[in-house]
């Protein structure tokens, strides 16, 4: 399965495309909004070795060296697990509902996908959205200030690593928040992409 490796430096498909100059380009799910597919915007600042994209087995989370690399070279200090589906989240509708509504948050959002699946939707730099399908095994890192909403797919069902540098800060902002200084810094970055 593959694994995305990024963090404020925005974030990559699990899916390889082409590599161009220094940076990889990944292929993106379904623009929610006009039914194309797209490649995704891409705002990766470096290159990751595509042998790097490929390390993480979901079945032996608990004991896996390629997790813990990742997670002391990122400084993910702070892990727990979340199963989402019917029965097992309390508040269950609520929380669809808040996690489907766009938001950002002021830290990376860092999730594993260990069972199950689920659509993360980020906004491109033309404001589109951008559907990215995650299953088992893969890893994504949502940067600070990026708009973004997550939902389930038909399974109902997903079972995911969340980790975070430090003390965990669950707090979304819905849009617009564009006053927020994680929400500026984002955008710069994005502009020095382009
Ligand atoms: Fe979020």
Known sequence: MWVLLVGS?????FVPGKCCRDQLYFQGGLAVEDQDVVVVVVVAAAAVPLDRLEVLDADKYENDPELEKIRKERNYSWMDIITICKDKLPNYEEKIKMFYEEHLHLDD????ILDGSGYFDVRDKEDKWVRISMEKG????????????????????????RLFVGDPVWTPYNRPADHLEARGQYVQFLAQTA
């Open 9 to 13: 430096e925005g974030f990559r498909r």
């Open 109 to 112: 959002e860092i999730r594993y």
């Open 138 to 161: 893969d890893m994504i890192t949502l940067p600070a200030g990026i708009y973004h909403r997550f939902t389930l797919d038909e399974k109902n069902y997903v079972k995911a690593m």
